[in-house]
């Protein structure tokens, strides 16, 4: 079955870019996606790329896509204290409507 | 306006007791899921409805029993709580296929047994 799987945790400084990864096995996920959730709370859709782009980018967001290798990643460009949270990428296992996600990496923006 | 609402937003009960947590959208979505996510925060589907039937249902134990009574609200009914039921329990809606939107989740239900 599809599985997801990202590093468990980031920590940078404010000001400096973030890289997120998540490797998933499923090729054929039409949609990938990349969730926030802050403490106490429920999960935000950030951002998601379609299977046959490359990279998207949205404000601070961009997402790269490397679908040979299986491999999605998150940057944040200059990183702030109110991105500290936690981030899990997912794929659509195709035509299911079923979304799985990866462990989530949390992310630690220090001052 | 919440799009994604659950209630209660806490429950602590004691272990053998029957509970219920109840999600409800706004959104005009016709798919509706539960997800668990537990202390290490990994999140794992349970069930999925499309206008009101189930269309999704991993391998969960019998004493967990969803129902949607419209397509707009779906509840989850657990019976005989155990010690590892304990987690925060999401509520989700999505149109059809997730497509470009992805999941709308709600705040989540920690449900914790004692």
């Known amino acids: 079955g599809e599985d997801v799987e990202q590093s468990l945790f980031l920590s940078v400084r404010e000001g400096d870019s973030s890289v997120i990864n998540c490797t998933y096995t499923?090729?054929?996920?039409?949609?990938l996606y990349w969730y926030k959730q802050e403490p106490g709370a429920g999960l935000q859709l950030l951002t998601y790329i379609f299977s046959n782009m490359d990279m998207k980018q949205d404000q601070r967001l961009t997402v790269l896509l490397n679908k040979k290798d299986k491999h999605l990643s998150l940057r944040i460009a200059d990183t702030q204290t109110g991105d500290s949270a936690i981030y899990f990428c997912a794929g659509e296992i195709s035509n299911t409507g079923k979304l799985i996600f990866g462990q989530g990496t949390t992310l630690q923006v220090k001052p | 306006d919440t799009a994604v609402s659950q209630t209660p937003k806490y429950l602590v009960t004691q272990m053998g007791n029957d509970k219920s947590i109840k999600c409800e959208q706004n959104?005009?979505?016709?798919?509706m899921y539960w997800y668990k996510q537990d202390s290490k925060k990994f999140l794992k589907i349970m069930f999925s409805?499309?206008?009101?039937?189930?269309?999704i249902n991993e391998t969960v134990p019998n004493r967990f029993s969803p129902k949607s009574p419209d397509k707009a609200h779906l509840n989850l009914h657990i019976n005989s709580l155990e010690l590892g039921d304990s987690a925060v329990y999401f509520c989700?809606?999505?149109?059809?296929?997730?497509?470009?939107?992805?999941?709308?989740f709600g705040s989540g239900t920690r449900l914790t047994v004692v």
């Open positions: 499923d090729s054929s996920s039409t949609y």
């Open positions: 959104l005009g979505h016709d798919t």
């Open positions: 409805y499309n206008n009101k039937e189930l269309i």
């Open positions: 989700a809606s999505s149109q059809g296929s997730t497509g470009d939107y992805g999941y709308t």
